[in-house]
């Protein structure tokens, strides 16, 4: 007997208002540290192809250490390669960031290359990491794959309610530090224009029933509080880089500054 479709947990915990903490992964190569993700509290990990030299291999290691400790495994791809995003999704992905959406018409590729016949052109298999092992159930597959449009340019936000009303479309996740460079502001989040790109997806998403997704601001408590008040479900707090850096920073500054005014030691000559 086939096992009914059901939705994503994680598309569920959205659509319910719940709010989702991704940690991006870039130096991670083994499936411990997903594990490490989910035990620190987050909900997901991306693996990111586009600002890594992470392979295909490593990829699915990552995806494995997620899906073993409940949590969603996501990468991010290089580019619009439908190819590529295929075999992640076989690699145990349950679903993708797509990096420089312009358009509707490349959200609507991409929604259809993920997702199998008749919804999409996705080419069926056998079991896989994606489904552990067990019979292939394509609607089932097809309901928790999570299709995420990254917007990070004027036109993509100026196109943001066209590209929210594609079917296959979950979410459309905005790259802070891309489109504000893209705008002439870099580095300035807080930026009224680069508020105002926000509430424009964020109405989109809501029109359309998306979720609305944000990166690109980790450590701003002040900013996150205002883009969840706005609609934002899904935040991507840091990444694997950032913590390991902030922490060990940290040590090494401490344990300077506590032994910075110790005696030395004597001459033993």
């Known amino acids: ?44 990990v991306y693996v990111d192809m586009q600002h890594s030299t992470i392979g295909l291999d490593a990829v699915s290691s990552l995806c494995a250490g997620a899906l073993a400790t409940g949590i969603a495994p996501l990468v991010r791809l290089p580019g619009l390669d439908m190819d590529l995003m295929q075999r992640v999704l076989d690699g145990g992905a349950h679903g993708v960031l797509l990096p420089g959406i312009e358009s509707a018409d490349q959200a609507r590729a991409a929604a259809v290359a993920g997702r199998y016949p008749p919804a999409g052109t996705r080419s069926v298999m056998g079991p ?27 036109g993509a936000i100026s196109r943001a ?23 002439g502001i870099p580095g300035q989040l807080h930026h009224p224009d680069l508020f105002k790109a926000y509430e424009t997806v964020a109405a989109a998403c809501h029109r359309h029933g998306k979720t609305l997704g944000i990166g690109g601001i980790r450590g701003d408590i002040a900013l996150q509080k205002r883009l969840v008040a706005l609609g934002a479900r899904f935040l991507i707090a840091g990444s694997d880089v950032t913590y390991l850096m902030a922490a060990a920073r940290k040590d090494a500054a401490d344990i300077r500054q506590a ?5 030395s030691s004597p001459d033993l000559s």
């Open 128 to 154: 896989t990491l994606g489904t552990l092992y067990r019979p292939q159930d394509a609607a089932r597959v097809n309901g928790e794959t999570l299709m995420i449009m990254m917007l990070e340019s004027p």
């Open 1 to 44: 007997m086939m096992t009914p479709p059901r939705t994503s947990p994680l598309k569920d915990r959205m659509r319910g208002q719940d709010l989702v903490l991704c940690m991006a992964l870039r130096q991670a190569r083994t499936a411990d540290m997903s594990m490490i993700a989910a035990a620190c509290g987050f909900d997901a």
């Open 161 to 183: 309610d066209e590209i929210a009303a594609v079917d296959g479309v979950d979410m459309l996740l905005i790259g802070s530090n891309d489109l504000c460079t893209a705008m």
């Open 259 to 263: 032994l910075a005014h110790q005696p």
